[in-house]
């Protein structure tokens, strides 16, 4: 099961070093997600983290520093979706450019994530627990549907929302792909040990799994 990191949305100094641990301690993939920053402001950021774990960070807006800093992919929001033209247009530029880059995208609803046709390498689904970090956000799935759904499903299907360290064996226990981390982090007052600890607690399921 593939552990990912969401950012902190707002700026964080601190950031830049945490990824760097973050990888170095078996993360597999950190989603760089800084809407209010411009190009500029989001290539300094990136300057800022080792060269040697750009191949495993996403990126959510100013998609086309992905090709320069050789990513590895770009997010596509609910909201640009929408646009589905656009969303093919986007799709295909990158996909000519790099073929080796990841289309990621997020859906909160099961209806929505059953129609869609497989154009992404790994889809988020939101919120699977209530949230941690955005109050009054809340869970609105059946746990069981949501098994049922990822039985038959081809997609990559990562859960988000509400996921700290005794979720984990739930997480792996519905089938999900992958468990994606957010608030757990940010709101911790030692981001590296409740890292560590989501780490090892996954581990253990892994091991427990073979």
């Known amino acids: 099961m593939k552990l990912v990191i969401l950012s902190d949305s707002q700026e964080n100094n601190e950031e830049p070093a945490l990824i760097n641990f973050f990888f170095e301690n078996g993360l597999d993939y950190y989603h760089l997600r800084k809407g209010s920053f411009t190009k500029k402001e989001m290539s300094n950021f990136l300057d800022r983290i080792s060269k040697k774990h750009y191949s495993k960070i996403v990126i959510h807006s100013h998609h086309e520093l992905a090709i320069k800093y050789k990513l590895f992919g770009i997010h596509i929001s ?72 990822l039985k038959k499903t081809p997609e990559r299907v990562i859960a988000l929302g509400g ?24 709101e911790s007052k030692t981001p590296r040990e409740t890292f560590l600890e989501i780490r090892k607690k996954l581990e253990e399921e892994l091991v427990v799994s073979t």
């Open 163 to 186: 996921i700290n360290p005794s979720r984990i064996k739930q997480v792996k226990d519905i089938g999900f792909y992958g468990a994606a981390i957010s608030g757990a982090i940010w």
């Open 78 to 149: 609910r909201k640009k979706r929408k646009s589905k033209f656009n969303e093919w247009l986007k799709i295909k530029y990158f996909r000519f450019k790099n073929s080796k880059i990841n289309i990621s995208t997020s859906f909160s609803q099961l209806t929505n994530f059953e129609d869609t046709k497989s154009v992404y390498d790994y889809v988020f689904l939101s919120p699977i627990f209530d949230s941690i970090s955005a109050s009054g956000y809340g869970s609105h799935f059946n746990i069981k549907l949501v098994e049922n759904m």
